[in-house]
Structure formats: C-alpha cells, structure tokens
C-alpha cells in the first residue's frame, strides 16, 4: 500500500527566509513524487515532480525539493519565502510499480509574514 | 487553451436533491479525474477515466455517486439522492495520459447541500 504525510498542518515563515514544507511517504516500488499549491479558492497547481534522474528538482516560482530515498522524503524547499507564497501545499505519491493512482497528503498551510 | 472548466462553481441544493457537476478536460487530454475536497477527509479520488472509461471508482462513496464520461471532452457527476453529508468542494482534472502526468485541476464546485 502506498501512503504520503506531511507532518505539519502549519508553517509560519518570516518572508524573506528559507522554507521547508515536510513530506514523507510509502510505496512498495519507486516513487513518483509530486508538489501542489492550493491558493484560496481555487483548484491546485502543479509545481513540480520528481520521476526519476537527479534528486534535486525544481519547479515553479522558484520551489525545489530534494528526494532522498533512504528517508523516504521529498521536502519542498524555497531559499527565500514571499508573502505571495502563503497557501496550501499538497504532497503526492504514486508507486511506480502500480497502477494506481496518486495519493494526496492532508495539506500544510503556509503563512509568510511581512 | 481555457483550462479544465467545470461548472457550477457553487451549488446550494435541499437533501433529498440532484445534483449535477459538469467538467470539460483540457482538450488532448486522455485522463479525467474527480476529486472531493473537505476540512475532516483532505482530498480524495473519487473515480478517474482514461479514454473516456472509467479505470478507477474505488473512491466512490456509495451509490448515491454516479459518473459518467460520454465523450473526450465533457463529463458529469451525478449525486442522487444528495445529503448534507456530501458537502464539499468537488474538483475534476485531467491530465495528458494517466495519474504520473501532472494534473491540471479545475476551478472547483462548492456544494453545499442543507
């Protein structure tokens, strides 16, 4: 069975500072391993993937996460937070050696104070 | 290209009633899914097409739940007889060709059943 978490309900980062979004996950085979924003009101965008290749991947306005097998993780990482950034994020995993489909996690909310 | 659209965007309906949310996919794409989105559940699948038949209703609640995709381009999601429980914001997505392409979500239809 596969299954995702992330961690913290909440994030509150001071703009300008780095951030980090948890993510953590489950699956039998090799992961595919996604990042989602959700700003109020609206349905989630994609903001990056990791299928396979090097660890490191980046994505849209600015975002990266690093997949490290060993710890089972996939943190969502941007060097300097903006206020604009505040919204919820969703983690989500496949396993690639199914055909089942993507598990979403529950969602953490990021706040980024002036 | 107008993204996926889905309409109504809001849906207040009396138990007992029922209620019809349409979704149109981004054009080429091959893959429909329905998602429910709530405070206490998070996000969950609901049912997901690929060329226009449905792979995946695992994620159905009960049989009040119906889905339905006449076509590459339009699908509905029919609950009768609805209840108060069902009230949720309900996104659909699609995506080039199954769940390891990325996703590309809806506005959303907050239904809100009294």
């Known amino acids: 069975a596969q299954s995702v978490a992330q961690p913290e309900d909440q994030v509150n980062v001071a703009e300008g500072n780095p951030l980090t979004v948890k993510c953590t996950y489950s699956?039998?085979?090799?992961?595919?391993l996604f990042w989602y924003v959700q700003y109020p009101n609206r349905g989630l965008q994609f903001l990056l993937k990791y299928i396979t290749g090097d660890n490191l991947v980046k994505g849209s306005y600015g975002f990266e996460a690093e997949f490290n097998k060993s710890q089972t993780s996939f943190h969502l990482k941007k060097p300097s937070a903006l206020v604009s950034d505040s919204a919820l994020y969703f983690c989500?995993?496949?396993?690639?050696?199914?055909?089942?489909?993507?598990?979403f996690g529950k969602g953490t909310k990021l706040s980024v104070k002036p | 290209d107008a993204g996926v659209i889905q309409s109504p965007r809001h849906e207040v309906t009396e138990m007992g009633q029922e209620v019809t949310l349409r979704c149109k996919p981004i054009?080429?794409?091959?893959?429909l899914f329905w998602y429910r989105q709530t405070m206490m559940r998070g996000l969950e699948l609901l049912i997901y097409f690929n060329n226009n038949v449905p792979i995946d209703d695992s994620g159905m609640p009960e049989d009040r739940f119906s889905a339905k995709m006449p076509n590459a381009s339009f699908s509905t999601l029919k609950i009768q007889p609805s209840e108060p429980r069902d009230s949720a914001v309900y996104f659909c997505?699609?995506?080039?060709?199954?769940?390891?392409?990325?996703?590309?979500f809806g506005p959303g239809t907050r239904l809100t059943v009294l």
């Open positions: 699956v039998s085979g090799n992961p595919y």
């Open positions: 997505a699609s995506s080039l060709r199954g769940s390891t392409d990325t996703q590309y």
């Open positions: 054009s080429g794409h091959n893959s």
């Open positions: 989500a995993v496949r396993d690639g050696g199914s055909q089942g489909n993507l598990i």
